[in-house]
């Protein structure tokens, strides 16, 4: 328990909404795992913490954690996460809390409300959307720190210079490379013409790689100019969970820097890759750390 409290308070964003529970749940774990060696830092840590802040959607009683990984069947998985919202969505619809969900329950387009299903279908795709995706990128983030030892070193020194490690990561190793589109008319790119009605594949990953935007843009750099890039993607279906994401990373990376003392790559095992079309990270991290 002392330990906890004292982590609280070198915590830098102590008590940020939501993300205490990513917190408390990373403090929690590594008291579990207070051992020096952590064979797969992936599964141990990284998942859990963004998939307890988009578990938990504003207004849900804590505690009531639904979804996550570990559903084999994807009726069932479905049908448990309806059976998490229901209580919720039916709560706000006599009594709006100002929150996500009453937006949700009492928006209205041309004077009519949203489906059930609509609402389902959306709440379905936001609590997964914010788990796969942050974990991923936390991992890469880590790796990208832990094998540059000059650039670790100031980030633990400086932790100003978090949110550029964040930020050149996902410039970098974006965890979702592709977003897929329809053409609306008849158009070309780079010479190739699309017609109406085409399926379009929009590597947004190799797009934050432009060599007519960044230099050695396969390079981590921690000093790199900042820059839009399009981890994110852009126009009216923008990541919409893009600033929570850059707000869990910043929470997580702080989080583990001041709780895993002399975090390193172990050395006995194999090098971690950056590996994955659809989802991209690093499939494990194995570390090492020192004794509390
Ligand atoms: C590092 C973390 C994340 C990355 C790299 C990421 C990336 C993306 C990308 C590339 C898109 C597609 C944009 C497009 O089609 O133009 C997207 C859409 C979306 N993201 Fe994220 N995302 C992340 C985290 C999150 C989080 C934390 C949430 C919410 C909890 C979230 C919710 C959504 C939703 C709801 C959409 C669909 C938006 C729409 O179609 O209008 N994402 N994300």
Not at 35 to 62: H, M, N, T, V
Not at 98 to 113: C, F, M, N, Q
Not at 188 to 197: F, M, R, S, W, Y
Request: aromatic share 6%; hydrophobic share 40%.
């Amino acid at each position: 328990m002392k330990l906890v409290e004292t982590a609280r308070r070198k915590n830098p964003n102590p008590g940020v909404g939501v993300f205490r529970t990513a917190d408390d749940r990373c403090i929690s774990l590594i008291l579990l795992q207070s051992d020096r060696y952590w064979d797969d830092f992936a599964a141990r840590l990284e998942r859990p913490i963004p998939a307890a802040p988009s578990c938990e959607p504003p207004g849900s009683q804590r505690g009531r954690r639904g979804g996550g990984r570990g559903h084999g069947d994807r009726d069932a998985a479905s049908q448990a996460m309806r059976d998490y919202l229901e209580p919720l969505v039916e709560a706000r619809r006599t009594e709006p809390a100002g929150d996500l969900l009453s937006e949700l329950v009492h928006a209205e387009i041309d004077g009519a409300r949203l489906a059930d299903e609509k609402i389902y279908g959306f709440l379905r795709l936001l609590l997964p959307a914010g788990a796969e995706t942050t974990y991923r990128a936390f991992g890469s983030c880590l790796l990208a720190l832990l094998e540059r030892p000059e650039a670790m070193a100031r980030v633990l020194a400086d932790r100003s210079l978090v949110p550029a490690a964040v930020e050149e990561t996902l410039r970098w190793e974006t965890s979702v490379t592709m977003v897929a589109r329809v053409a609306a008319t008849d158009t070309e790119i780079g010479g190739c013409p699309v017609p109406a009605g085409s399926s379009v594949s929009v590597i947004n990953g190799s797009a934050s790689r432009d060599e007519a935007r960044w230099a050695d843009p396969g390079e981590w750099d921690l000093d790199r100019e900042p820059q839009q890039h399009m981890a994110f993607g852009t126009g009216p279906h923008q990541c919409l969970g893009m600033h929570l994401a850059r707000m869990e990373l910043e929470v997580g990376i702080n989080a583990v820097l001041d709780r895993l003392p002399n975090l390193r790559l172990d050395p006995d095992a194999e090098t971690p890759v950056i590996s994955g079309y659809a989802f991209r990270g690093p499939a494990t991290l194995p570390v090492r750390f020192d004794p509390f």
